[in-house]
């Protein structure tokens, strides 16, 4: 591979070196397989407690986002899988291979963040929309159910796609900056577990004040059909997410080009 390599060719060779890594491609699969299993298993556990449910929660129940909840550990999955991308490579010292090969950074960082978008934005939208079905399944007959013809049901799936493509890219770009993959990991996992336990600990004042700024709000805000209480609207939601990962990855694709491998 020579160091005068076109954007095409490098994406070429990153996303040989995607599908071809056991972490990635295992990390993959059981993001697919444990998301939709989580989800379902989240959806029978309703259908089988519906009729012992108070009559407010039944009026509040929200079939939309419950069948997507399988998103609770697919936002896990993705931020792991973003990360170990980038820090995989430095741990094995790899990396420096590859920027002998490629030695212009941004053209690398570039390459290796479009394998990762298109990669998860297909996988994600494939199990938001099967999660999403098996969900409306489990529910049909005994819990009220929602239809992909609702314009705002429609979107809702879209978005749980691209909120997690949108964590991915955070995930990387926590790698890009920190190089290490078990402090990323921690940090990602700190961002979206942790700091919401926090908030939860806060007056009251404060959480409906700032809580709505959380990433795990914003992605609650992107999945339901309806703006949930305090929350801000989807789209706003989604506007906010890009503007985190666009400044996350720009600090992290300048840092990657100062510093030494």
Known sequence: MS???NLLDVT???WIKFRSVRSSVMGVVVFFVLTLGLGGLISWAVRSHWSTTSGIDKLT???VSTSLAG???AQFAVGVIGVLFI???YSS???RTTLAAVSNRARLVSAKLVVLILSIIVVSELVCFATFLVGQAVFKGVVPTASLG???VLRSVVFAGVYLTLLTIIGFSLGLIVRHSAACISIFVTILLIVPI???FLPTSWQNSYEKYLPSELGRAMMSPFAPTNDLGAWNAILLLVIYAVVIFGVGLTMMIRRDA
């Open 3 to 5: 160091n005068d390599q």
């Open 12 to 14: 070429k060779s990153e």
């Open 61 to 63: 129940f929200d079939p």
């Open 71 to 73: 998103t609770l550990f």
């Open 87 to 89: 820090t995989s490579e």
């Open 93 to 95: 010292g790899s990396i």
């Open 150 to 152: 609702n314009a705002d």
């Open 198 to 200: 926090i908030f939860a």
